[in-house]
């Protein structure tokens, strides 16, 4: 087990927790292979359990023997870098949810025929940039059945300490991969379908829509919603139907009730 105890920021190792910034982080080791940061033991757990590879941990002196024991068991040749609560709280800039944080060696990207080869129902978040929606759209989506997420690079990174920590750790589980754009799903048999209000967009329960055998559901940006060329380009356009004049719902939400009905 190799404890180190810090008392200041000079400590190697400590950088991935104190001071490097997410886009840093991404490019520590190279452009495919960088790091990211997983908080708390049942997040980091199911990091583990989907085989990402711990590299450190940093955790409170009491979570040593306690909500960390198991990790540390596991992987006893990793640096466990440790400390009182207050301590910790100003190396890292915030207090620790959880009490323990992780950094994990970030996975080279699948390929999206690889990830959409025995899928059904995948989603394309398109330009969506809020750390926690995209953490609650992969919540979703794990739990209603999509078979596997895409986004465009426009979108937030996934392994976005605060997206991992608002999906639960459930970006461990679903399939995920960048993709230059939803016309590229259409190349692996699946038509797709633009979440958006237009002049020609159909309710989601339509039968048409619901009966496709292969179905991308392409969520757009928080603001302006997805662009026009690609809901032009969509083979479907669909909205929610809502009451009392309310004319759209938050991406996340939004996602949720699409999943749910489209699954």
């Known amino acids: 087990m190799s404890i180190i105890r810090i008392d200041s920021l000079d400590c190697p190792g400590l950088e ?27 997040v980091i757990n199911v990091a583990i359990q989907a085989g990402y590879e711990p590299l450190s941990l940093l955790c409170e002196s009491r979570h ?3 909500d960390a024991a198991s990790i540390i068991a596991r992987f006893p040749d990793i640096p466990v870098f440790t400390g009182e609560r207050d301590l910790l709280a100003s190396l890292t800039g915030y207090t620790l ?15 999206v025929s690889d990830i959409c080869r025995d899928a059904r129902r995948v989603v394309v978040i398109d330009g969506v940039v809020d750390t926690t929606n995209i953490g609650a ?16 690079p426009t979108s937030c990174d996934p392994l976005n300490r605060r997206a991992i920590r608002v999906s639960m750790g459930t970006v461990f589980l679903v ?34 829509l619901c009966a496709e055998p292969r179905l991308a559901i392409i969520m757009g940006t928080e603001g302006d919603g997805l662009p026009a060329a690609t809901i032009e380009r969509a083979d479907y356009t669909a909205r929610i139907p809502m009451a ?11 996602a949720a009730v699409a999943f749910w009905q489209l699954r």
């Open 97 to 111: 949810t959880r009490g323990v944080l992780c950094a994990m060696r970030r996975p080279l990207p699948p390929a």
């Open 175 to 208: 399939p995920w991969t960048w993709v230059d754009s939803a016309d590229q799903l259409k190349t692996l048999g699946f038509k797709t379908v633009a979440m958006a209000l237009t002049d020609r967009s159909v309710p989601i329960d339509d039968p048409g």
């Open 244 to 254: 009392h004049g309310v004319d759209s719902l938050n991406v996340a939400a939004a």
């Open 64 to 66: 040593i023997d306690g």
């Open 16 to 42: 991935v927790y104190a001071s490097l910034t997410e886009a840093q982080l991404r490019n520590r080791l190279d452009p495919s292979r960088g790091i990211f940061i997983a908080e708390s033991p049942k």
């Open 137 to 152: 759209i992969f919540r979703s989506a794990a739990a209603l059945g999509i078979d596997a997420v895409l986004l465009t």
